[in-house]
């Protein structure tokens, strides 16, 4: 127990892998042989301190996993003797003395074979790359858990934290020459050309009437699992603020605008007008926010973003295609060049659906059925085999988990973080970290922000695309192909992620179209800072677009896959913010 305290103090875990050799009584002891490599390498002044080299540069806690495998007769004199004892290591080098002096005791199976038969022979690694890391999502965090307060502030927050934005670029066009009305209850029908700032509402013609759905036999279905597009060509767009409201017609496009957008107009209300319609001739938008310059590097490092893997009771058809994934991030599959390669990714993000969906969401059972033991364990299955696998890489690199819309984390928005109990296993590493949805972090300098997909989803369900339909080249819309919608889904998407930029908020339509708490005093999806990285995860396929702001702002859109339906994983290079996708096959 003594040594079993000093290991752990130092900062090195160990632990057999083999639960047959440990149950036998006869086996090597662990922990006498590891005592007797600590010992000589402590006293030998060849041999590195162990606390100095356990420890990295980020303060991050090496791991050493052991497997013993002896003979019945097996004790601590005949270590020398024939048997197998198998050393993995986290990160190689560091641990290079504990495998030679070890390797002098015993036969040893190296972790990598280098294909020599020389005598305690041991494998070529490259230790993993690390950057600085700082965490910027916790204004995601709730403080206060409390459904008193009504959704209507969301808006007044919103509204009150982008005017003086919008007030900007109006006068930065308009130099004064048109008023600007504090109010939307001071317009009047004059004809005079006036700027109004406000928030657009959209009263989208085939939005569910949630009064109809509650008297119908089908229930209320989440507007999110309504397969249609809520947008209609006889949708009306609305300006409001805390005074009033007015419609706004004219040069503004309706089908692509979404509710929650702060905005400006400039316009009138003509002297004849008996609608009092608002005649838009120009509208203002708030644009990218500022952005921190991109800090040079020597060489590519790299950001690994992963997508709806499913983990479920049985449901993956490829079963081995996610342990084939976290063995090639953690650096385990392929040759010395490949490695090589593994090794500069620096970080793993786990963009949601970590889960696989159980389908049971679209039925209401009112009949309550309590659950038997051996149900309730099949129920954690799941979650217990996501342990396993996420525990596999961040024994060997940093994870970020982000909960998405199949996950067992609160529904609306900001999805707060796993708590550490569901990944017990995991959250014994340092390298694991679970995180929010939205997620904001600076990795290596490098702003990345991103989202499971819901606002995104959202945004595209009520909007239609432009012209309203898809053509060839001689306007025949019956010879499009199934490609060629794909490639328009694809770029509707980026384009709305572009466009969230220009509003400067990542989830526009909460809460009216999209579940979030009811926050009373802030907005927290404002995008105060212009990320470099701008991902939306669990989308059909893998899109990316390269943006620029007015002020020189440069923003890498991308479009993260479901693995579980695409095997396709992206890696975001923090060198130059390229981009690129691997596709991984069991």
């Given amino acids: 127990m003594q040594l079993h305290n000093k290991i752990h103090r130092l900062g090195l875990a160990v632990s057999p892998r083999n639960e047959n050799a440990t149950q036998?009584?006869?086996?090597?002891?662990?922990?006498?042989?590891?005592?007797?490599?600590?010992?000589?390498?402590?006293?030998?002044?060849?041999?590195?301190?162990?606390?100095?080299?356990?420890?990295?540069?980020?303060?991050?806690?090496?791991?050493?996993?052991?497997?013993?495998?002896?003979?019945?007769?097996?004790?601590?004199?005949?270590?020398?003797?024939?048997?197998?004892?198998?050393?993995?290591?986290?990160?190689?080098?560091?641990?290079?003395?504990?495998?030679?002096e070890i390797a002098q005791r015993c036969n040893i199976v190296p972790m990598y074979d280098t294909g020599e038969e020389t005598e305690a022979t041991t494998a070529q690694v490259t230790a993993r790359h690390s950057v600085d890391y700082n965490p910027t999502y916790q204004r995601f965090v709730l403080?206060?858990?409390?459904?008193?307060?009504?959704?209507?502030?969301?808006?007044?927050?919103?509204?009150?934290?982008?005017?003086?934005?919008?007030?900007?670029?109006?006068?930065?066009?308009?130099?004064?020459?048109?008023?600007?009305?504090?109010?939307?209850i001071d317009l009047k029908a004059d004809g005079q050309e006036c700027v109004l700032i406000g928030t657009l509402l959209k009263i989208l013609g085939d939005k569910p009437d949630i009064f109809k759905a509650l008297t119908s036999e089908s229930g209320v279905?989440?507007?999110?699992?309504?397969?249609?597009?809520?947008?209609?060509?006889?949708?009306?767009?609305?300006?409001?603020?805390?005074?009033?409201?007015?419609?706004l017609v004219g040069d503004i496009d309706v089908p692509r605008m979404v509710t929650g957008v702060v905005l400006g107009v400039r316009g009138r209300v003509p002297r004849d007008g008996?609608?009092?319609?608002?005649?838009?001739?120009?509208?203002?938008?708030?644009?990218?926010?500022?952005?921190?310059?991109?800090?040079?590097?020597?060489?590519?490092?790299?950001?690994?973003?992963?997508?709806?893997?499913?983990?479920?009771?049985?449901?993956?058809?490829?079963?081995?295609?996610?342990?084939?994934?976290?063995?090639?991030?953690?650096?385990?599959?392929?040759?010395?060049?490949?490695k090589e390669f593994v090794s500069k990714i620096v970080r793993t993000v786990v963009v949601g659906n970590m889960i696989a969906s159980t389908g049971k969401g679209d039925i209401q059972v009112p009949i309550i059925k309590r659950k038997t033991v051996e149900e309730l364990a099949l129920d954690a299955e799941p979650l217990k085999n996501a342990d396993e696998l996420v525990s596999t890489l961040a024994a060997a690199m940093c994870v970020d988990l982000m909960p998405g819309p199949f996950d067992p984390s609160n529904y609306t928005l900001p999805q707060q973080s796993f708590?550490?109990?569901?990944?017990?296993?995991?959250?014994?590493?340092?390298?694991?970290?679970?995180?929010?949805?939205p997620y904001e972090a600076q990795?290596?300098?490098?702003?990345?922000?991103?989202?499971?997909?819901?606002?995104?989803?959202?945004?595209?369900?009520?909007?239609?695309?432009?012209?309203?339909?898809?053509?060839?080249?001689?306007?025949?819309?019956?010879?499009?192909?199934?490609?060629?919608?794909?490639?328009?889904?694809?770029?509707?998407?980026?384009?709305?992620?572009?466009?969230?930029?220009?509003?400067?908020?990542?989830?526009?339509?909460?809460?009216?179209?999209?579940?979030?708490?009811?926050?009373?005093?802030?907005?927290?999806?404002?995008?105060?800072?212009?990320?470099?990285?701008?991902?939306?995860?669990?989308?059909?396929r893998f899109s990316t677009r390269l943006v620029k702001g007015a002020k020189g702002q440069e923003v890498r859109l991308i479009t993260v896959p479901s693995f579980s339906e695409s095997s396709t994983i992206v890696l975001v290079d923090l060198k130059d913010l390229s981009c690129f996708p691997i596709t991984i096959g069991a």
């Fill in 24 to 100: 036998d009584k006869n086996v090597i002891d662990l922990w006498k042989v590891l005592s007797s490599a600590l010992s000589s390498a402590t006293n030998n002044s060849q041999y590195p301190l162990l606390r100095s080299v356990v420890k990295s540069r980020t303060d991050r806690s090496r791991f050493c996993f052991v497997e013993v495998q002896g003979a019945a007769d097996a004790t601590i004199d005949s270590a020398r003797k024939p048997h197998r004892l198998r050393v993995y290591f986290t990160e190689q080098t560091t641990f290079q003395w504990l495998r030679e």
């Fill in 143 to 184: 403080k206060q858990k409390s459904y008193a307060q009504q959704f209507s502030h969301i808006y007044v927050s919103r509204l009150q934290q982008l005017r003086d934005i919008v007030t900007v670029q109006v006068d930065a066009k308009n130099e004064g020459h048109v008023p600007v009305l504090s109010k939307i």
């Fill in 221 to 247: 279905i989440p507007i999110e699992k309504v397969e249609k597009p809520l947008a209609t060509t006889e949708d009306e767009l609305l300006l409001e603020d805390e005074s009033g409201r007015v419609e």
């Fill in 274 to 338: 008996a609608g009092g319609q608002f005649h838009v001739d120009e509208i203002f938008l708030p644009s990218f926010p500022p952005q921190y310059s991109l800090p040079e590097r020597a060489e590519s490092e790299y950001v690994a973003l992963v997508s709806g893997l499913a983990v479920g009771q049985n449901s993956d058809a490829q079963p081995l295609r996610n342990h084939v994934l976290m063995d090639y991030l953690a650096g385990r599959l392929g040759d010395d060049k490949e």
């Fill in 419 to 437: 708590h550490p109990c569901l990944f017990p296993r995991s959250s014994h590493f340092k390298s694991f970290r679970c995180v929010t949805n």
């Fill in 443 to 540: 990795v290596g300098g490098v702003q990345l922000f991103g989202h499971s997909g819901q606002p995104l989803q959202s945004m595209l369900q009520c909007t239609l695309p432009k012209g309203n339909s898809l053509e060839d080249e001689d306007g025949d819309a019956s010879m499009v192909t199934e490609q060629d919608k794909d490639e328009q889904e694809q770029e509707r998407a980026l384009d709305y992620l572009e466009q969230s930029l220009e509003w400067r908020h990542a989830a526009p339509t909460a809460p009216d179209l999209l579940a979030c708490f009811p926050m009373a005093n802030e907005d927290p999806f404002i995008l105060e800072n212009c990320p470099h990285v701008y991902f939306a995860g669990n989308q059909p």
